[in-house]
Every structure is written in C-alpha cells, then in structure tokens.
C-alpha cells in the first residue's frame, strides 16, 4: 500500500510539474496581436493596449520614418479579416452548399462592430459552432502622430489585420496576426475561485460532520 | 490464492473465462490494477482542466478542447462496445470521488429518492447537458467545458464527501447512464458462477475484504445478471474466496435480446439518444435557418433559446413517438402491456444508438485526430496552424460511417427480432416484429439522410 501511495505521489507531482511548465507559455499564447514592421524605409507598428478580445478593441498606429521620428498627417485605415475564415471542411466538400451562405458573409464588410449580428448569428451554432468572423475596416484618428481607433473583432480565433498607410503618397502596407480571445475569458480565474471555495467548503462540511457521526456499515442490499 | 472457476464456464469460441488466462487473472487481482490506469488518467485530466479553464480560449488551439471532444468523447464509446464500463473503472470523476472519500468520507446510505429516480435524473441531466451544448455553446467554448467538468467534479465531491462508494457514478452520472445503457451492448461480461456463489455466504464481494474494498456500484456479482453496473475494476476479482467470478467475451448485443429486469426509463434513454443524435445533425441542415425564421414566426420571437428548445424538443420527441406507436401496435397482437412493449423493445434501439454515436464522432476523431497532437506541442510553443487535422480522407470516413449504420440497423433489428422471439411464440413473433422493424427502418433512413449532409468541425 505504500509503494501504491508513493506512486500516487509522484504521479500527482509529475502532473503538478507539467502544469507549470506549461503556464507560461499558454499565458503568453492567447490575446495577442499586433507587432512592428520595416517597409519602405517606414517602421509602422500596430498596438493593442489589451489583450485582444472578440468585440471592440482599442488600438494604436505608430508610423516612424528612416530617422525614428514620428510620422505626422498620414492616413491610416486598419482593416482585418479571419485568417481561417473559409477554412474548407474535409468532409463536407460535396454538400457546402449549405454553409457556402454563411461563409459569404465573410465578405460583408462594414458588418464591423455588429454585436447583435454577430450573436444571432452564434445562436446558428449548428452550422458554424460560434460566431461568424465578419472582416472590419476602420479609419484611424492622429493624436500627436499617434494614429488610433476601435476595432471590433465578432468572433474568437485567427485574424489577420492589415494597416494601410498613405504617407507622403507614398502606400505603406502591412500584415499582422491577431489572436481573438473570448472577451469573458478573465471569469475563467473567478470560476475556478468559486469551484475551489465551493468544494473546500463540502470537504469541510464533510470532516465536520464526520466527526460528529459514528460510522454506520455499508448498506448490504444483496438482492 | 484463489484460482479462476474452471466449472460452468463455456468453452465455446468468444465464451470462455477469460480469467482463466494466468496473466489477465493476475493482472486484476493485483493492487496495480487498476491504479495503474487511473492515477495517469487523473494528472492528464488535470492537465486538460487546466488547459480548458486557463489555457488558450480558442476551441481550435486548446489541447483541453481537442482531447475531450475529439478524442475523448470519440473513443468513449467504442470501449463501451468492446470493453464494456472499464472507463468507469479508471475515470477521474471516481478517482476524485475514492480520494475524497478516504479523507473525510461520511459514507451515508444513498437516498431512496436516488435509487428509485436515479436513472430519470441522469435522463434529465443528459437532455439538460446536450441542450446547454447547443445553446451556450460547452464544446465551442473552452471555458464552457472546463465549468461542465469543474460542475461534475463538485458531485463527485460532494458524493464522496457524504455518501458511501461511488454513489454518484452509480445514481447520477449522465455518462454512468449512456455507458449502463452501451455496455449492454458490450462485448464483456462479468458474472459469479452460480454453482460456486450458491454455496457461498460471505458476501465479500459485495461487502469487501482486506484485499479491495466492495463493489463500489452497489453490484452483487452473485445475482448480477447486467453489465449495465459493472466497471470491471476487478474488487470483486481481488475479494472472491471461491474464485467464482467469471469474464467473458461474448457477440454484440446478446444482452439486450434477453434482459432479465427492462427498465422503462433506460428504454427512454435509448429512444432519447437517438433523437439527440438527429438533433446534433439537423442543426446542421441547409434549411435549418429556414426552420428558424419559421419558428420565429410561429413562436413570434427571435430568442434562440425558445426555437431551438422547440426543435430539440420535437427531435427527441419523434423517436420515442415512434417506440411509443410501435408497442401500442405490438400490443394489439402480443397482448402485453404498451408499457412492457415499450420498455423491452427500448432496449433494441440501443445498438443503432451505439452505432450512430461512433459513426457520428468518429468524422471528429479521424477529420481532426491531429488537432490532439497540433495542440498539445502548441503548449510548448510549436506552431502548427496550417496543417491539416486530418486523419483520414471524407471517402474513408463516409464508408466506416456507413458501414457503422448499417450494422447498428441491423443488430437493432435482429435483436427487435431476438426479443419478440424470447417473449412471445408463433406468429405473434413477427407481428410484434413488423411495427419495430418499421420503426429501425425509420430510424434508418433518417440517419442516412443526416449523415451525407456536411457536419461542423469541433476544432
């Protein structure tokens, strides 16, 4: 019996290892987007102040020429788009038919920010199990040369966002991957809190009440 | 050490005792077993709970997601078809119930209100769970399925805490209920040797013994004519002092052609699974968003929850009127009760449930398998977003779920046969015969026509 509850032990300890190995990086993996690229002599970043959720996010464009100064007075329209949206079912190649009318939303633009689109369509779970990811296109406001907006993003996953950039007539583009976290995802911690309060409070109540109690045989019900 | 019974064992092909194989003896029989199983089970169950609750809130990237829904839920079903309700034996849900109940168990009688409606409530609670699916989305949201785990672990614990054995699994489980229900249909069996356990007054299997504690599903392999309650987790193996216990292999569905005590609410379980599985797939219908705006219509609102409500409703509803008709028409031949014909006949659905259960998952587990692995190196930060989930090609997995269906329909309708033929004599046979094979025939054609329409990733 106590080599059974030393392996016991140690299983539970491998596990335990294991989930912390895997914290940061799991952390780091979701809600994330944005990022800096050099083109045409421009360094154009994009900036999420928070961690990327479905629904509306603030973001910022910053635009620096050769020297790293601030680029002022250009115009700047972020646009993104479901990088998996399309994404073809292996089995369902003979029959898309049907979903070809939900994917063809996808090119729907100036749907962005249709909240209440974007649920009715989520309660279609059947045929597309959550929200449909609708592209979105906004113009983005200079504040100090710091060009910024609200981008809302109608579903979880994969996107792709692209800054379009007129400076100088010069056209600067640029690609950036995005990661679109539920937006309720910060309740997860609050759960787990509850789910752990709740079970120590029954496994105290238990120990409580055991103590109380004289330990009656199981039940024989041989028949 | 006891031996295996070598009496009353067949010795036909597929019938023989399994135990009394030295190896499969001694590996039941041992303390490893089945702990060995179990404790590895429960460390990646908390990895996946883990993963679900804090890890990436994408469905598609989440490990958690991939190894529940695409390859748990999947297989689960095909061990009930050949090992019966071994996965009972090492789940982490008991695992959870054992251990809490080592610490602080109060091991109080279960309620006579679980024992009589145990098995309605888990009716309920599966109707409930696959509802929530549909319109909170469990299996599209991580976060959803870790708090439908985080929900069943609270029972475990709270079963554990308070109750005696593992009174959850036996009375309230909604999985425990499918599994009872397939593991009729099994391939394994576990039984006493009537000659052997007739001389015997120990009851240790029942009771337990230093070895193994007793029976935590509240069985007695004595009297036990049904797997349906049976985990395999070998206690009744390690207890016996006569080495009365029996495994064997025995053909599909057997059981079900002669069930000893039919319960009604079973029955209902098998009709109700089969109206869930045309659910899952008329949802996904061309003209499902037509059906909608219909209801929206009918209903006068837009609420999801109502329509959908209504259509869950009506689907679960069809094949249980279908069973319901069939044994009011049965009943003007064999003169049984329509509660009798609709109960022992319940039973017959449960091979074309079982085959549509694995037909239908197993495009999740063969189109997105590798979903499992993608996700699971994506943990340790290997990107592996483009490539294909896929384990096998839509030919290959059309044709094994063809190939499911049509034996499902087939060993429903032979046991439909086996049953008429058990209960009744002469023509009356084929009388009650026709209404139910009517009825599979229905069944049949429905799920064929669902089946060659696409389905959704769950990934």
Not at chain 1, 74 to 88: N, T
Not at chain 2, 34 to 39: K, S, V, Y
Not at chain 2, 76 to 90: K, S, T
Not at chain 2, 310 to 317: D, G, L, P
């Amino acid at each position: 019996m106590a080599q059974t509850k030393i392996v016991r032990w140690l299983i539970c300890g491998l596990a335990i290892s294991l989930l912390i190995l895997v914290l940061p990086g799991t952390v780091l993996a979701h809600g994330e987007g944005g990022g800096t690229v050099i083109i045409g002599g421009y360094q154009v970043s994009l900036v999420f102040t928070e961690p990327v959720k479905a629904g509306q996010n603030l973001f910022h464009v910053q635009i620096l020429d050769g020297m790293g100064m601030p680029v002022r007075g250009a115009q700047v329209i972020v646009s993104a788009k479901p990088a998996e949206s399309a994404q073809p079912h292996p089995g369902s190649m003979a029959g898309m038919e049907g979903m070809a009318g939900m994917e063809g939303m996808a090119g729907m633009e100036g749907m962005a920010g249709m909240e209440g689109g974007a649920q009715a369509m989520g309660g279609m779970h059947g045929m597309s199990h959550g929200p449909v990811a609708v592209p979105v296109r906004v113009t983005a406001n200079e504040t100090d040369a710091e060009y910024s907006g609200v981008i809302a993003f109608s579903a979880t996953g994969h996107w792709m966002a692209n800054t379009h950039a007129i400076v100088n007539g010069q056209m600067l583009m640029a690609d950036f991957p995005v990661e679109v976290e539920y937006a309720s995802s910060g309740y997860a911690f609050a759960i787990l809190v509850a789910f752990i309060g709740l079970n120590a409070f029954i496994i105290w109540l238990a120990s409580f009440t055991k103590r109380k109690s004289v330990l009656p045989e199981p039940t024989v019900e041989l028949l | 050490m006891t031996t295996p019974s070598s009496n009353s064992a067949p010795s036909g092909f597929m019938e023989g005792n399994l135990l009394k194989n030295k190896w499969i003896y001694r590996f039941f029989r041992s303390r490893w077993y089945p702990g060995i199983i179990q404790w590895p089970t429960l460390a990646i169950f908390a990895v996946i709970m883990f993963d679900l609750m804090l890890g990436p809130t994408v469905t598609h990237d989440n490990f958690g997601s991939a190894m529940t829904w695409v390859l748990w839920w999947p297989v689960i079903p095909i061990i009930f078809l050949f090992m019966g309700r071994f996965w009972c034996a090492i789940c982490p849900f008991a695992t959870v119930n054992d251990i809490v109940q080592d610490f602080v168990g109060n091991h109080r009688p279960v309620p006579k209100f679980l024992k009589k409606y145990g098995v309605w409530i888990i009716d309920a609670l599966f109707i409930l769970i696959t509802w929530g699916d549909h319109v909170w989305g469990i299996v599209d949201n991580p976060v959803g399925s870790g708090v439908l785990l985080l929900l069943l672990t609270t029972g475990v614990v709270a079963s554990g805490a308070f109750f005696e054995r593992r009174m959850f699994c036996r009375h309230l489980c909604f999985l425990g209920g499918l599994a009872g229900n397939y593991a009729q249909a099994g391939m394994v069996s576990l039984h006493g040797t009537p000659d052997i356990c007739a001389q015997c007054n120990t009851a240790s299997c029942y009771k337990g013994t230093e070895a193994a504690p007793g029976c935590p599903i509240f069985e007695f392999p004595k009297t036990m004519q049904s797997s349906a309650n049976c985990v395999l987790c070998g206690d009744c193996i390690k207890n016996c002092p006569n080495g009365s216990i029996q495994l064997t292999v025995r053909p599909p569905t057997t059981e079900l052609w002669f069930v000893h005590k039919p319960k009604v609410e079973a029955a209902f379980l098998a009709a109700v699974i089969m109206g869930i599985v045309f659910v899952q797939n008329v949802t996904m219908l061309e003209v499902w968003g037509s059906i909608l705006s219909w209801l929206e219509g009918v209903t006068g609102t837009t609420s999801y929850y109502v329509n959908f409500t209504i259509t869950f409703a009506v689907a679960i509803a069809l094949p249980v009127s279908l069973l319901a008709w069939a044994s009011v028409y049965a009943a003007k031949y064999n003169k049984a009760s329509f509660v009798d014909n609709f109960t022992r006949f319940g039973y017959a659905i449960i091979a074309f449930d079982l085959a549509a259960h694995i037909a239908h998952n197993l495009f999740h587990l063969l189109a997105e398998g590798k979903s499992i692995l993608y996700t699971g190196v994506a943990m340790f930060g290997v990107d592996s977003h483009d490539a294909s989930p896929a384990l096998a090609g839509m030919p290959v997995i059309q044709t094994l779920q063809f190939g499911l269906l049509g034996l499902g329909f087939l060993a429903s309708l032979y046991s439909v046969y086996r049953i008429a033929e058990s209960n009744h004599e002469g023509e009356v046979v084929w009388a009650t015969f026709k209404p139910y094979a009517l009825m599979m025939v229905s069944f049949g054609i429905l799920n064929v026509v669902l089946f060659t329409l696409p389905m959704s990733m769950r990934m």
